[in-house]
């Protein structure tokens, strides 16, 4: 929860600064790696902003409702750089901002503990989670079009976007659910 307040707070902070310097534009990656994390914080409208602190408050609810533990939110935060380094994958993609992604990494990372670690209905909590992300990825088509317009939204899309972030959390968690393992109880 505490992840998802400060990326609300960035986000919210962000909103008042210019765009430019922080936005993702794969020509800046290297020279302006600060773009890795700032580009989170980015959104092009109040619309755009408002979805995603909404979005944002149910994955913390998800968090909380999941009990994720500490190691699940610290693979989320490395996966939060990874989900924009994987938008060089499309250089045609010039700007890009929003939490979307980074929020996919996170349901994906919680998903992905639930689902491994889980008792009983919460694996299966976790089982549906990840085919609803895995079958949502699918239906956006992350390899076609850069940007895409869909009803209801004031900006364009970019389905790359939330796809490096699932793959980021579910690696990120994956790794972490590898090198933490719960004592077991004798």
Request: one cysteine or more; aromatic letters at 10%; proline letters at 6%.
């Amino acid at each position: 929860m505490v992840l998802c307040a400060a990326l609300a707070a960035a986000a919210l902070l962000a909103w008042w600064a210019p765009t430019t310097p922080l936005d993702w534009q794969p020509g800046l990656a290297w020279q302006e790696p600060w773009r890795w994390w700032t580009a989170a914080t980015v959104h092009w409208s109040e619309r755009h902003l408002a979805g995603n602190l909404a979005a944002t408050a149910l994955v913390a609810a998800y968090g909380w409702a999941a009990r994720v533990p500490r190691q699940v939110t610290w693979a989320w935060f490395v996966a939060w750089p990874l989900t924009h380094l994987g938008l060089l994958l499309q250089p045609e993609l010039a700007h890009y901002g929003g939490l979307s992604g980074v929020l996919h990494a996170g349901v994906a990372a919680a998903s992905l503990w639930l689902a491994w670690t889980g008792p009983g209905r919460r694996r299966v909590v976790g089982l549906l989670m990840l085919a609803g992300l895995a079958a949502k990825l699918l239906i956006e088509a992350a390899w076609g079009d850069p940007l895409r317009h869909s009803a209801g939204w004031d900006i364009a899309l970019a389905p790359l976007g939330h796809a490096t972030g699932g793959i980021a959390g579910l690696l990120c968690a994956a790794l972490a659910a590898l090198l933490w393992r719960p004592q077991s109880r004798a």
